[in-house]
């Protein structure tokens, strides 16, 4: 997670649409969404390609760095 950071704005950027913020929400239980903090690692669904070297990069085990 990066200064500024939103679930719905990672999932536009890594999903296609602000909407699926809930599905990283639901992997991330231990997360508020409403105040992410920055350097947090979050999981995403399998298989998500992160378009954006701005956004993250991908670990094997669907994290973000």
Known sequence: VQKG????G???KVLGKS???TEIASLNP????????V???LRLPKGVAVRSSN???VESKNRVR
């Open 5 to 8: 950071d939103t679930l719905s």
């Open 10 to 12: 990672i999932a536009q």
């Open 19 to 21: 909407a699926r913020w």
């Open 30 to 37: 231990s997360i508020n969404p409403e105040r992410l903090i």
């Open 39 to 41: 350097g947090a690692h």
């Open 55 to 57: 956004v993250a990069k």
